[in-house]
């Protein structure tokens, strides 16, 4: 058969098979233990591999294979050359197969803990998850891991693939010693369902067609198991949800709201809601691209016009009238941490949900998880593939609903503010019930009118440094110099504070962060009284002090960086700490063996090795009085 018969045979297949719907699996599990191999002997025994794939690949097996003079099907899957050079998988690559029954895409995640990120990523779209163990190692801790996180991922249904049956003589009795002990842990994370299956993905073995040298095994094959897995009934029983990804108008006569369904359906008149306003109507169309339905259901991408019009934008919510999400702007969530950096509470992260994004904190880590044994330990960071249990704090309410009942509304990413990197992903377990019972008090005196009476405009100016770098000294002749012009002043101090406010806070990163987050808020206040506030502080990341600025009104903050090298700092050395930090007396000093990240943009740059402190002092009022904010 030639090229273009072949491909006019899959293109057939392709087109009239799938009766049962897309199904998506992924296959995890650790290092080697033949996930590439499974899938591309999935594809092999599909028969969806072209002629001059297969001349490619049989050209490679000679030349990076591990399977002697067969056919080495992993290499269908790591396309990268580190990854052929390795023998191991780097990346998630996706494959799509068919079968009669139905349409497949399938991700083939790796086994290295350093890519555990990667692994997440394919967990999140994959209804269920392929979890191989080499018969010969057992379960091992990677096996519990992408478990875990498979759990996490909201994957229902397990296949415990038992694989390389061959090399241990097809024993029923290790087969089953290895289900025994891995049903041990993950009997606990309430899986709906787990099928443990014998094979031998290098030479088929139940994959697509039954073993005759383990005969002992009465379950399905791997293909049967997954053609006959019913989804459809879970997604349709959920609420209907369909986060708004932009407001469709084309002219003046049609507006509608476009998004992805991601649960439940919805009809043509149908009562819906904006979770996040409570605002209602009905729906007159379901506008797609190949016309108008009558109902939409989960995995649609419509257009609703309603019948009214009310506001809604990117990032609301649109819900069923009677089956509403909850929205606050408080929640715990479960944690995956993938970053190099920890994960501290305190920080101000960017949180993605949906099609919504807004700052977020980590006010509380109540517990990180042993991914060795299930166990729940008391944790103040999360490392580079921790699992944690946290509270969450959002710069303004979201809709959300609890990760078991809806994965897509349930689901969240956090972002690094500076690189712009995803360093976590998140399962909402629930609101918290504090978040609905605290309401901000209407108060009749304003910011505004407390400025008025002060005649001034309120500032926060942010004094950060090297300790020694005279943001004190500076930030003290600055009140000083406002005060005796009449103007209403208050100076909170990295020292002075930690008497008080601050005093069970260390110098860890950690620590760090929660110092500066209080003084954010007490700083906010003192704005909010119409006061002209200095704060200094060694405030040494950038993120924390992006937090504060965002805290008060544009032109409230105002960034002084007083530039002075570290050579200069060390020298001055007022207070001896420098010598106490090199002699190993102070652990995390900033400068030192803790970062300092200098800011990128500030209002304000001194140099006080090159400035006298009454000279800095001057530039910072100049700055204030040109601006204005010294009425």
């Known amino acids: 058969m030639n090229i273009q018969a072949k491909r006019d045979e899959v293109i057939e297949r392709l087109t009239h098979s799938g009766g049962r719907g897309v199904l998506r699996f992924l296959t995890c599990g650790s290092v080697d233990d033949g996930k590439s191999t499974l899938i591309g002997r999935l594809l092999y025994d599909s028969k969806l591999l072209f002629e001059d794939q297969l001349n490619v690949l049989e050209r490679d097996s000679r030349k990076h294979g591990t399977a002697g003079d067969e056919i080495d099907f992993a290499l269908l899957l790591d396309g990268l050359e580190a990854e052929r050079e390795q023998g191991i998988t780097i990346d998630v690559a996706y494959r799509f197969f068919a079968t009669e029954k139905r349409k497949f895409v399938v991700a083939d995640t790796p086994g290295h803990e350093q890519y555990t990120r990667n692994m997440a990523t394919g967990a999140s779209t994959a209804d269920v998850a392929v979890i191989l163990i080499d018969a010969r190692k057992g379960v091992l801790v990677q096996t519990l891991r992408h478990t875990y996180i498979a759990r996490m991922m909201g994957i229902r249904h397990i296949v415990l693939a038992v694989n390389k049956m061959d090399l241990a003589d097809n024993s029923r009795g290790r087969f089953h010693e290895i289900v025994a002990e891995y049903l041990k842990s993950a009997d606990a994370l309430g899986f709906e369902s787990i099928t443990p299956i014998p094979m031998s993905a290098r030479f088929g073995d139940n994959v697509t067609c039954r073993s005759e040298a383990m005969s002992w095994h009465t379950g399905p094959t791997l293909l049967e198991y997954l053609e006959d897995l019913d989804l459809d009934t879970e997604l349709r029983s959920e609420p209907f949800r369909m986060p708004v990804q932009w407001v469709n108008r084309p002219n ?43 109902t939409a259901t989960a995995g649609d991408a419509v257009t609703l016009v309603l ?23 408080q929640f715990a969530a479960e944690i995956l941490w993938m970053a190099n950096d920890d994960l501290l509470p305190g920080r101000s992260y960017l949180l993605k949900i949906g099609t919504a994004t807004t700052p977020a904190t980590i006010t509380t880590l109540k517990h990180r998880v042993d991914i060795n044994t299930y166990e729940k330990q008391p944790s103040r960071k999360l490392e580079m593939n921790g699992i944690g249990f946290c509270n969450v704090s959002t710069a303004r309410p979201i809709a959300f609903d609890p990760f078991r009942e809806v994965r897509d509304t349930g689901s969240f990413i956090l972002i690094d503010r500076f690189t712009n990197q995803t360093v976590g992903g998140g399962m909402i377990e629930f609101g918290l019930r504090r978040a609905s019972n605290i309401h901000t008090q209407a108060m009749d005196v304003s910011k505004e009118r407390r400025s008025q009476i002060k005649g001034q405009k309120p500032t926060l100016l942010w004094f950060t440094g090297l300790s020694g770098a005279g ?45 500066i987050r209080r003084i954010g808020e007490v700083g906010k206040l ?30 409230e903050f105002v960034e002084v960086f007083v530039d002075t090298p570290l050579d200069v700092c060390m020298q001055r050395d007022v207070k001896g700490l420098y010598k106490k930090a090199q002699a190993g007396e102070i652990k995390n000093f900033t400068g030192l063996d803790s ?3 200098e800011p990128e943009a500030p209002e304000i740059r001194l140099d006080t090795s090159k400035l006298s402190a009454e000279e800095a002092a001057d530039q910072v009022i100049s700055h204030l009085r040109e601006r204005g904010r010294l009425g």
């Open 252 to 294: 003046l006569n049609f507006r509608g709201y476009s998004g992805m369904i991601v649960s439940g359906k919805v009809s043509v008149g149908d009562a819906i809601v904006v979770a996040q306003s409570g605002l209602a109507a009905n729906v007159s169309r379901i506008v797609t691209a190949d016309g108008d339905l009558e």
């Open 307 to 329: 019948n009214q019009e009310i506001d809604i934008s990117r990032g609301d919510v649109l819900a069923s009238a009677e089956q509403r999400p909850e929205v606050s702007d």
């Open 471 to 515: 943001k004190s000294t500076v930030a003290n002749i600055v009140e000083r110099k406002l005060a005796e012009a009449g103007l209403h002043t208050y100076s909170l101090d990295g020292d002075n504070v930690r008497h008080g406010l601050n005093r069970d806070l260390g110098f860890t990163d950690g620590d760090r962060v929660e110092n």
């Open 526 to 555: 003192f704005v909010d009284a119409g006061l002209l506030v200095t704060c200094s502080f060694i405030s040494p990341f950038r993120s924390e002090r992006r937090m504060v600025r965002e805290l008060v009104d544009d032109g």
């Open 595 to 597: 970062p300092y990240e």
